[in-house]
């Protein structure tokens, strides 16, 4: 494992995070904030694992603005999601912060859930199973007086892959293997609500390569040869296409590579029952000893 690479992938993302954070105002345009963390991922010398992902409200993950999305901050609960790669090393951290000033006892309980779960990795080394750390994030949320998102989870992180086996769950999923060497995400999300996500019914504006298919319009193939040169097994968006080939043309290969199977596409995750959600993500690597890499 490159792991000079993963450390400095880890620090970039804990750089951008923090550069990130202090963009999250009022009144910011958010696709200009995602289009600006993006160039710092670049100026750090990393590249985005994945689009920025910023998401509002009662969406918990995979929301990504158009390029042509005006969408301003406005006292939402907003959580950063970000990733940065450097020869296919990846780090991947998460924060919230709360425009509305309502959440942040819900913001805590994500981030202790997380600090507790990382301190039980440090404890148990190599012997805590994938359930035992899942009950404890639950128990640290509901304890707090919220709900774990069950249906959401951390993961392991792989070579130019952001999800690899295994799943770190947010609640006792009765998965009794351990937690030994790799990289993985650990990745609570709380909420007010359910503590369950659905898709939402907007249309996707994040991807990934699929598989090469039987792509019959020209610049439907254009696209999809660009994407597999130019992200491989990464994740991509709408706004970045669109910047290279123009909203219009952009959105209908999309949707004919979409509907041929040849690229996934992810729509936003909305709780269920529509309430507020907050997330809190560090990466750690796991060798002879367990270390967080997405700090400073
Ligand atoms: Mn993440
Ligand atoms: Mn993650």
């Known amino acids: 494992m490159d792991v000079e690479s993963l450390k400095k992938a880890g620090k970039i993302a804990a750089q951008a995070l923090e550069y990130g954070k202090q963009l999250i105002k009022d009144g910011a345009v958010i696709v200009e904030i995602c289009d600006k963390i993006e160039e710092k991922i670049n100026a750090l010398g990393g590249s985005p694992a994945f689009p ?39 780090g991947d951290n998460a924060i919230t912060v709360d425009l509305s000033g309502k959440y942040d006892g819900m913001i805590h309980a994500a981030e202790k859930a997380r600090d507790e779960a990382i301190k039980l990795v440090i404890k148990e080394f190599k012997t805590v199973s994938l359930a ?38 947010n609640h006792d999923n009765g998965n009794n293997n ?43 193939r254009e696209v999809q040869q660009f ?33 041929m199977g040849a690229i996934h596409g992810y729509p936003p995750l909305i709780e269920k029952s529509k309430a507020a959600v907050a997330q809190s993500e560090h990466t750690v690597l796991i060798t002879d000893k367990v270390e967080i890499i997405t700090k400073e």
């Not at 992902?53 to 158009?66: K, M, R």
């Not at 899942?134 to 304890?143: D, K, N, P």
């Open 52 to 90: 920025v992902q910023i998401s509002t409200n009662d969406t918990a993950a995979h929301s990504c603005p158009g390029l042509n999305d005006t969408k301003k901050f406005n006292g939402e609960i907003v959580k950063l999601d970000l990733g940065v790669c450097i020869n296919g090393m990846i």
């Open 132 to 169: 035992k750390i899942g009950e404890l994030i639950e128990h640290t949320i509901m304890s707090l007086g919220f709900q774990p998102i069950r249906n959401l989870s951390g993961h392991g992180l792989g070579e130019y892959l952001v999800h690899i086996p295994p799943t770190i769950p």
């Open 178 to 220: 351990l937690l030994t060497e790799g990289v993985f995400a650990v990745e609570p999300f709380s909420t007010t609500g359910a503590g369950m996500v659905v898709d939402s019914e907007q249309e996707p504006n994040i991807f990934s390569f699929n598989r090469q298919g039987p792509i019959r319009g020209m610049f439907a």
């Open 227 to 259: 994407i597999e040169k130019e992200y491989k097994t990464l994740p991509f968006c709408t706004r970045w296409l669109a910047r290279k080939f123009g909203e219009g043309k952009t959105r209908l290969a999309l949707k004919e590579l979409h509907r």
